[in-house]
């Protein structure tokens, strides 16, 4: 749009070759960390995502290694259907025909009286191992894809750029829906699916970043000096596309989490009992009637992470993108 | 000219998109576990059986003729026959897409329509309350999974308020005989619209919050252009710089944000007609694979991939008609 070239965008993660001492501090996690700071949403994203991770862990710790035992010491399983709670329990303060909510179950409890604050916590694991899993191999698959057909071009780019095309042509909820019915229904391969759907994302921003780079006087110094193909894609390339790949990976995670909430909706992902949010949906839709927060919760938790996920990218891209502090 | 020219161009271009999309769903329903004939005659089969069926499907073949049947099959128009219904595909196929395309083109014009003026508002009153107020509901709209909005809406205006039905979407051009309560097409019409306002709600969010996003940093960058500062020098006034000068200009990542939103809302349209229990193609595509019906799931795969691939050709030719380098550029 602008006619005349502005100095500031030009260098924007590639700051190493122009010298100048303030463009140079303007990469690396520190300089990101340090505006991130700066940034009043960006840190209630860092909170927010934070603090659903650690519930997460706390959550993963108790199911991987004690089996639900502290759950039950301290609250309820998560998993096991208790024999004399009441079904369908509204939470504190609300009446209905299930008479009154009990403190000890602050959320009620749900078609089987499992206590929903407890599932809702212990399905926080599902949501947020999928959100980095997915996320992370189509991060590495997009950025592999990109960095080399970027590269090389000519027909290896040519290739691999129709494949990617096509796996992108098809809405990637019904590619993920057609995957799983051909490998399997569990959550492994809701993971692979979704994250095989991001890859095309990803592939083309580092693709665009790499053909921009590729004639850069640095890169050919490298391949002057004789450093293998290998090396100046994993050394120089990839790490110059640091900062647009943060921001678009911790958005991806987001979408993701929506993406498998979807799936579990469908009844594709983990399966029963595990807890998971898209299936508490999923079993909530016989009881919106008789028991509608039973639906709100599960929702209400999507969305507060998905929120975390989606503020915390915003706050990064306006750290890491000068044109916008300027 | 060059943009019908532009138009075959991007249409032959899709053509090794397709045969990829074709290759992609035959192998993914060759990898499905189970035997078809086993699904269709039970266990324990009379041979004679059997045979009748693998030959009737191919079945006796190996996978890379019976891929290059498919493949002419489709070509032809054929895309085989639903075990399931019992009916060819193609045929379930257009008794069913109608419904999904007017659900995900409602859900578009209804985002089209909300986001274009609170992207306007938040881009002119930039860092003002009407500003965070527009962005938050984006934001809110890009974090909120459809299903649970059209899970929500059921319960407070199906359920509570009793204003829309919370099922089922018959279209506006159905023959008034088949709808119940309508006695004349205005009537039908009616009743469409009146099912069709949740989920189209529903599905309409997500693409809503995402084109505000960017019809906000659009217009925010647009306005800043040098040609706008012109405009204010010779006494424009500011209405008339947004409608005349920033807005066109600043349209064109909107078209390209809603022609890569088409992937998310043909897939979200799976989930709301779930929700909403309509007999689209997300439907169809569900009883497909549960039902192991792998010619279904085939073509059902096949036609969101098309519908996709047309709505980008779509988005493409808008884009090269309000910015014609693209169509007489670098060819």
Redesign the interface.
């Given at each position: 749009m602008a006619t005349e070239p502005d100095p500031q965008t030009d260098t924007t993660a590639d700051g190493s070759e122009s010298g100048a001492g303030e463009v140079e501090a303007r990469v690396g996690l520190r300089y990101t960390l340090k505006q991130v700071k700066r940034d009043t949403t960006a840190l209630m994203g860092i909170y927010t995502v934070g603090f659903v991770t650690l519930i997460a862990v706390l959550a993963a710790i108790d199911y991987y290694i004690f089996d639900y035992a502290v759950a039950e010491m301290f609250w309820y399983s998560p998993v096991q259907d208790p024999d004399e709670v009441q079904r369908l329990l509204p939470p504190v303060g609300m009446e209905n025909q299930f008479g009154a909510g009990v403190i000890e179950h602050p959320m009620g409890t749900d078609h089987r009286g499992r206590d929903i604050f407890v599932r809702l916590f212990y399905g926080t694991r599902i949501a947020i191992t999928v959100g980095f899993m997915a996320t992370g191999i189509g991060l590495v698959g997009g950025t592999l894809i990109g960095a080399v057909s970027g590269y090389y071009g000519g027909w290896i780019d040519d290739v691999l750029q129709r494949i990617t095309e096509t796996i992108y042509a098809i809405p990637f909820l019904v590619l993920v829906i057609a995957f799983m019915t051909a490998f399997g229904r569990d959550l492994t391969f809701a993971m692979i699916g979704v994250g095989i759907t991001s890859i095309p994302v990803f592939n083309r921003l580092i693709r665009s970043r790499v053909v921009s780079i590729r004639e850069e006087d640095y890169i050919e110094a490298a391949r002057a000096a004789g450093v293998k193909d290998r090396n100046i894609i994993l050394r120089h390339i990839i790490p110059n596309s640091f900062a647009p790949v943060l921001v678009q990976a911790t958005l991806q995670i987001g979408v993701s989490i929506l993406i498998v909430a979807g799936l579990s909706f469908l009844g594709f992902g983990a399966q029963p009992p595990t807890p998971s949010w898209g299936q508490m949906l999923s079993a909530s839709r016989n009881y919106m009637l008789p028991a509608p927060t039973f639906s709100l919760w599960p929702g209400m938790a999507i969305l507060v992470t998905v929120i975390g996920f989606n503020i915390l990218g915003d706050g990064l891209q306006d750290a890491l993108d000068p044109r916008i502090n300027n | 000219m060059g943009l019908l020219r532009y138009t075959l161009w991007r249409l032959a271009q899709s053509i090794?998109?397709l045969i990829?999309?074709i290759?992609?769903?035959f192998f993914?329903?060759?990898?499905?576990p189970g035997d078809p004939v086993e699904i269709m005659l039970g266990p324990t089969p009379a041979q004679e059986q059997v045979e009748a069926i693998q030959a009737r499907y191919g079945l006796d073949r190996p996978a890379h003729e019976r891929f290059l049947t498919y493949l002419s099959g489709v070509a032809s128009g054929d895309l085989g026959h639903s075990i399931y219904y019992d009916r060819p595909v193609l045929e379930m196929i257009l008794l069913r897409l109608p419904v999904t395309l007017y659900l995900t083109v409602s859900a578009f014009l209804f985002a089209i329509v909300t986001a274009i003026p609170l992207g306007v508002i938040s881009a002119k009153r930039r860092n003002k309350p009407a500003d965070h107020v527009s962005r938050i509901v984006s934001?809110?709209g890009?974090?909120?999974?459809?299903?649970?909005i059209g899970?929500?809406l059921?319960?407070i205006f199906a359920?509570y308020l009793g204003w829309f039905p919370a099922r089922g979407l018959p279209l506006p051009w159905a023959d008034p005989a088949d709808i119940r309560g309508a006695e004349t097409q205005l009537q039908v019409i009616r009743t469409s619209l009146h099912h069709l306002a949740m989920p189209m709600v529903a599905l309409g969010t997500l693409q809503m919050a995402q084109i505000t996003r960017i019809e906000r940093s659009s217009m925010v960058?647009?306005l800043q252009?040098?040609y706008v500062k012109l405009a204010r020098a010779y006494g424009v006034s500011e209405s008339k710089i947004v409608r005349k000068h920033a807005f066109q200009v600043a349209q064109l990542p909107v078209i390209t944000i809603i022609g890569l939103g088409?992937?998310?809302?043909?897939?979200?349209a799976?989930?709301t007609e779930?929700?909403f229990e309509i007999q689209g193609m997300g439907r169809l595509?569900?009883t497909a694979?549960n039902n192991q019906d792998y010619e279904l799931?085939m073509g059902?795969?096949f036609m969101?991939?098309v519908?996709?691939?047309v709505g980008?050709i779509v988005t493409d030719v808008a884009y090269a008609y309000i910015d014609p380098r693209v169509a007489y550029g670098d060819e």
């Open positions: - | 090794p998109v990829g999309i290759t992609i769903t993914l329903a060759n990898q499905i934001l809110i890009v974090s909120t999974p459809s299903f649970w899970l929500m059921i319960i359920f960058e647009s252009g040098e088409l992937s998310t809302a043909l897939g979200g799976v989930l779930t929700v595509i569900i694979i799931i059902t795969t969101f991939g519908a996709f691939v980008v």
